[in-house]
């Protein structure tokens, strides 16, 4: 098979090149970088030129490449979903339940239920009947357009336990997964204080060094503390990790600094922040991360998004797919929520769920935008830009592409 493809009939190629440019930060429509009447060219899963059709170079057409119409469609990235827990047994329908009865997140976590419940699910579940349920799940994101998830652990909390699930994480396939290590979710119940925890979370951190480069820790009145959280980025700084924390998401708290003077990639949910917090957001390179499906599913405030992109902070969009706090995995939802409560522009939603997304990964020179360099991760569709993230329920993309080649 050629390893060499000339995509053509591309009506809008929409490369995002601009919003990469500047950082993802104070986006405007033109930064979108459309070109009309567009080609490009990929070889080996990445992209080498981007063009006009009529201008395809030489060099490429003379290496014969395998010619590929994409039928007249708008082509943009595929999009990057950064924030998931996609490893999981059971479910929490129960849950749902008694929260819609009153019950708050705090009192069922309280009660016994809430993350411990899947944990206790999870545990006992194999590493095939793991893998075969998250394959699934997997799947059925890439239909919803994504090309690039991150999947945390966090329902083993055991280091047996967390192996398990960073290893059902390794051997997902078709997307581009980016696993993340989240040993401080919650207290395990052999644990009575997060101090002990932390400390046995520490202790055991470089033995998971070759399943993940990233550690994650749920910073939050019912979790973990600010200074919790400052012992545990010291260590995986130290041991060559990447960093990033959920954090404000239920209540106010020092997490948000703490997390940013350790230089996380990212502070996830910041639904409870002050102009300071936003601020020193601002003036970072961490990337705000925001779940507005959780506080559709929590009843919870929705984050500051206008004044976070109005004072130039990055701000990306993720589902936070779970089974407790946002159990649906229809993406086209999370777009339109964020249009609809934190009143993002329709440019700033596709660039927050593409190249923002991309670097709260730290893979910004990988994926989110199509340009030379970059991994030919792109999605086909036949509505109008204004059209994505509108209708919830059905998926506007007519082709979900990876490395060049079709996934779905
Ligand atoms: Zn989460």
Same mark, same amino acid.
């Given at each position: 098979?050629?390893?060499?493809?000339?995509?053509?009939?591309?009506?809008?190629?929409?490369?995002?090149?601009?919003?990469?440019?500047?950082?993802?930060?104070?986006?405007?429509?033109?930064?979108?970088?459309?070109?009309?009447?567009?080609?490009?060219?990929?070889?080996?899963?990445?992209?080498?030129?981007?063009?006009?059709?009529? +201008?395809?170079?030489?060099?490429?057409?003379?290496?014969?490449?395998?010619?590929?119409?994409?039928?007249?469609?708008?082509?943009? %990235?595929?999009?990057?979903?950064?924030?998931?827990?996609?490893?999981?047994?059971?479910?929490?329908?129960?849950?749902?339940?008694?929260?819609?009865?009153?019950?708050?997140?705090?009192?069922?976590? +309280?009660?016994?239920?809430?993350?411990?419940?899947?944990?206790?699910?999870?545990?006992?579940?194999?590493?095939?009947? $793991?893998?075969?349920?998250?394959?699934?799940?997997?799947?059925?994101?890439?239909?919803?357009?994504?090309?690039?998830?991150?999947?945390? #652990?966090?329902?083993? $909390?055991? $280091? +047996?336990?967390?192996? +398990?699930?960073?290893?059902?994480?390794?051997?997902?396939?078709?997307?581009?997964?980016?696993?993340?290590?989240?040993?401080?979710?919650?207290?395990?119940?052999?644990?009575?204080?997060?101090?002990?925890?932390?400390?046995?979370?520490? #202790?055991?951190?470089?033995?998971?060094?070759?399943?993940?480069?990233?550690?994650?820790?749920?910073?939050?009145?019912?979790?973990?503390?600010?200074?919790? #959280?400052?012992?545990?980025?010291?260590?995986?700084?130290?041991?060559?990790?990447?960093?990033?924390?959920?954090?404000?998401?239920?209540?106010?708290?020092?997490?948000?600094?703490?997390?940013?003077?350790?230089?996380?990639?990212?502070?996830?949910?910041?639904?409870?922040?002050?102009?300071?917090?936003?601020?020193?957001?601002?003036?970072?390179?961490?990337?705000?991360?925001?779940? %507005?499906?959780?506080?559709?599913?929590?009843?919870?405030?929705?984050?500051?998004?206008?004044?976070?992109?109005? #004072?130039?902070?990055?701000?990306?969009?993720?589902?936070?797919?779970?089974?407790?706090?946002?159990?649906?995995?229809?993406?086209?939802?999370?777009?339109?929520?964020?249009?609809?409560?934190?009143?993002?522009?329709?440019?700033?939603?596709?660039?927050?769920?593409?190249?923002?997304?991309?670097?709260?990964?730290?893979?910004?020179?990988?994926?989110?935008?199509?340009?030379?360099?970059?991994?030919?991760?792109?999605?086909?569709?036949?509505?109008?830009?204004?059209?994505?993230?509108?209708? %919830?329920?059905?998926? %506007?993309?007519?082709?979900?592409?990876?490395?060049?080649?079709?996934?779905?």
């Amino acid at each position: 098979m050629k390893n060499i493809f000339l995509f053509t009939d591309v009506a809008e190629l929409v490369t995002l090149e601009s919003v990469r440019n500047q950082d993802g930060r104070r986006i405007r429509e033109k930064d979108l970088s459309i070109l009309k009447n567009a080609a490009f060219v990929v070889r080996d899963g990445k992209i080498v030129w981007v063009g006009s059709s009529k +201008k395809v170079p030489k060099d490429f057409t003379k290496l014969r490449p395998q010619k590929i119409s994409l039928g007249k469609q708008i082509v943009l %990235p595929g999009l990057v979903d950064c924030h998931t827990h996609m490893v999981f047994a059971g479910d929490r329908a129960f849950e749902f339940e008694m929260r819609n009865q009153g019950a708050t997140y705090q009192d069922i976590a +309280k009660a016994g239920g809430g993350i411990i419940s899947t944990v206790k699910e999870t545990r006992r579940t194999s590493h095939e009947r $793991l893998l075969k349920l998250s394959q699934v799940r997997v799947n059925e994101h890439i239909r919803q357009g994504a090309t690039t998830i991150e999947i945390k #652990s966090g329902y083993g $909390l055991t $280091l +047996k336990d967390e192996v +398990k699930i960073l290893k059902v994480i390794k051997g997902l396939k078709k997307a581009r997964i980016v696993p993340t290590y989240l040993g401080p979710h919650t207290l395990p119940p052999e644990f009575t204080n997060n101090v002990q925890y932390i400390d046995s979370i520490l #202790s055991d951190l470089s033995k998971i060094k070759k399943l993940t480069r990233r550690c994650d820790i749920f910073i939050e009145d019912m979790a973990f503390s600010a200074s919790d #959280s400052q012992r545990y980025f010291e260590k995986a700084k130290a041991l060559g990790f990447d960093i990033v924390a959920h954090t404000n998401q239920l209540t106010a708290s020092q997490g948000v600094l703490v997390a940013i003077a350790q230089g996380a990639r990212s502070i996830d949910h910041v639904n409870f922040i002050n102009e300071a917090d936003i601020r020193s957001i601002s003036n970072s390179s961490t990337t705000a991360v925001l779940t %507005p499906g959780a506080d559709l599913f929590l009843k919870n405030p929705y984050a500051p998004a206008r004044r976070l992109l109005d #004072s130039g902070a990055r701000v990306a969009i993720a589902s936070n797919f779970n089974p407790g706090s946002c159990p649906t995995q229809d993406l086209q939802m999370i777009g339109a929520l964020a249009r609809l409560e934190l009143k993002m522009t329709y440019f700033e939603v596709l660039s927050a769920f593409t190249v923002n997304a991309g670097f709260a990964l730290g893979l910004e020179d990988e994926v989110g935008s199509l340009q030379v360099g970059l991994s030919a991760d792109f999605l086909t569709t036949n509505t109008s830009l204004t059209g994505i993230f509108y209708q %919830p329920g059905s998926s %506007p993309f007519t082709g979900i592409w990876r490395d060049g080649l079709q996934i779905s």
